[in-house]
């Protein structure tokens, strides 16, 4: 079993920054990647971004390139999700997962497990 804990979600306005953790803890921790989601009011859960762990190649959906990055802290079992510029269509909880091996990165159902997620509210 691995936990993971998302925590820096908040209130920003349009056009500042956050930046998002997820610490995981359980199992000998060896993801193939690390991948972040986000699921607004009364739509599907979206896709944002990941990074592969033993590359740290990190791929993002099209409407975050150039604002978003994924970093990591091996040593303290840590990805970190740093948003910038952020738009009011950003808005969304956002949660933290782990892929045991290679599948999907865009489905979620190629993700073994899930943190508790994280509001994040972009106001005008």
């Known amino acids: 079993q691995v936990q993971l804990v998302e925590s820096g979600g908040g209130l920003v306005q349009a056009g500042g920054s956050l930046r998002l953790s997820c610490a995981a803890s359980?199992?000998?921790?060896?993801?193939?990647?690390m991948g972040w989601f986000r699921q607004a009011p009364g739509k599907e859960r979206e896709f944002v971004g990941r990074?592969?762990?033993?590359?740290?190649?990190?791929y993002f959906t099209d409407s975050v390139k150039g604002r978003f990055t994924i970093s990591r802290d091996n040593a303290k079992n840590t990805v970190y999700l740093q948003m910038n510029s952020l738009k009011p269509d950003d808005t969304a909880v956002y949660y933290c997962?782990?892929?045991?091996?290679?599948?999907?990165?865009?489905?979620?159902?190629?993700?073994?497990?899930w943190g508790q997620g994280t509001q994040v509210t972009v106001s005008l």
């Open positions: 359980g199992r000998t921790f060896s993801p193939y990647a």
């Open positions: 997962t782990f892929m045991s091996r290679y599948g999907d990165f865009g489905l979620p159902s190629a993700y073994d497990y």
């Open positions: 990074i592969t762990w033993s590359s740290s190649r990190t």
